[in-house]
Nanobody
Framework: QVQLAESGGGSVQTGGSLRLSCAAS????????MGWYRQISGKERAVVSL????????YYADSVKGRFTISRDDLKNTMALQMNSLKAEDTAVYYC????????????WGQGTQVTVSS
């Protein structure tokens, strides 16, 4: 059974930091592009950051470059998102996503975790 479980969300003041974690099970983690997405209230879900494989390249949305850092541990089947210098506009539900690197592109989503940044 595939599971993606996010944790680490919460409330923080502007300028603060949070670390999100995603624990994966039920699939071959190293064969999946892992990513963080977020959905701001009233808007569509959008990509925040991706960690590709096997070259371990990363992608960041322009809005989070220099503030967020994605990491993955293929031995522990986990992924993290370190979020620093948080802004009010980072308030959203954050989702963990896994997408297989093969042609079928099987995808799995976590249930989401709320991040609220207030001044």
């Amino acid at each position: 059974q595939v599971q993606l479980a996010e944790s680490g969300g919460g409330s923080v003041q502007t300028g603060g930091s949070l670390r999100l974690s995603c624990a994966a099970s039920g699939f071959t983690f190293s064969s999946y592009v892992m990513g963080w997405y977020r959905q701001i209230s009233g808007k569509e879900r959008a990509v925040v950051s991706l960690s590709t494989t096997p070259d371990a390249g990363t992608y960041y949305a322009d809005s989070v470059k220099g503030r967020f850092t994605i990491s993955r541990d293929d031995l522990k089947n986990t992924m993290a998102l370190q979020m620093n210098s948080l802004k009010a506009e980072d308030t959203a539900v954050y989702y963990c996503k896994a997408r297989h690197i093969g042609p079928t592109g099987d995808e799995y989503w976590g249930q989401g975790t709320q991040v609220t940044v207030s001044s």
